[in-house]
């Protein structure tokens, strides 16, 4: 099975732009998570989710929003982007299933976003 | 106070050595998962454990649920396992999918 993909891999945009991101599952796979990883934080729970609901959210601010597809596909949004902003975006799948068992996640290769 | 504290921070260990890396949680948990993370930025899984003892090739992960503490153990070390290693755990009551991390062990091993 082909892993978890993200688009695109890198990514440079001005202060007070906006930003979508991309990430495609293991096929079968309903539950993304978003995750923001920086120098300073370490790594942060964004969202999940599973079957086009938003399920779990991180103590991130209303710029930083989410959505899925019927295909499971998943996209993340950042707008009025701010220099602390810049950090490598994960996203990571998983058989989690509704009932929200803990399941391995399966990370893709994350954007590294910079924000000048 | 981290709900996910990790020691040590940084780790330089000759090949063959054994290693530990701990991990301590203060929150309750469903899930507690170890990951490596290697220079440019993939993540990979290398346990996930709600009990026991769980063992992988020279890699060995134990929990133990009352103490709130896991650790990983690498046997036999070798410079291809040098990474960050982090740890991190699902919570509990219907946020199983929301991982909250340690910062993270970066281990060198040297020849």
């Known amino acids: 099975k082909a892993g978890v993909t993200q688009t695109p891999r890198y990514l440079i945009k001005t202060r007070g732009q906006q930003v979508t991101l991309s990430c495609s599952p293991i096929s079968g796979h309903r539950s993304v998570s978003w995750y923001q990883q920086t120098p300073g934080q370490g790594l942060q729970f964004l969202f999940e989710y599973f079957s086009e609901t938003q399920r779990n959210k991180g103590n991130f601010p209303g710029r930083f929003s989410g959505r899925q597809f019927s295909n499971s596909r998943s996209e993340m949004n950042v707008s009025t982007l701010e220099l602390g902003d810049s950090a490598l975006y994960l996203c990571?799948?998983?058989?989690?299933?509704?009932?929200?068992?803990?399941?391995?996640?399966?990370f893709g290769p994350g954007t590294r976003l910079t924000v000048t | 106070k981290n709900e996910v504290e990790q020691s040590p921070q940084n780790l330089t260990a000759q090949e063959g050595e054994f290693i530990t890396i701990n991990c301590s949680y203060s929150v309750g948990i469903s899930a507690l998962h170890w990951l490596q993370q290697h220079p440019g930025g993939g993540i990979v899984s290398l346990f996930m454990?709600?009990?026991g003892k769980k063992k992988h090739g020279r890699l060995i992960a134990t929990i133990n649920i009352q103490e709130k503490h896991s650790s990983l153990h690498i046997t036999a070390s070798h410079p291809r396992d040098s990474a960050v290693y982090i740890c991190?755990?699902?919570?509990?009551?219907?946020?199983?999918?929301?991982?909250?991390f340690g910062t993270g062990t970066r281990l060198q091993v040297t020849l």
């Open positions: 990571a799948s998983s058989l989690n299933t509704l009932t929200g068992t803990p399941y391995e996640q399966y």
């Open positions: 991190a755990v699902s919570g509990s009551s219907g946020t199983a999918s929301k991982l909250t």
């Open positions: 454990l709600s009990s």
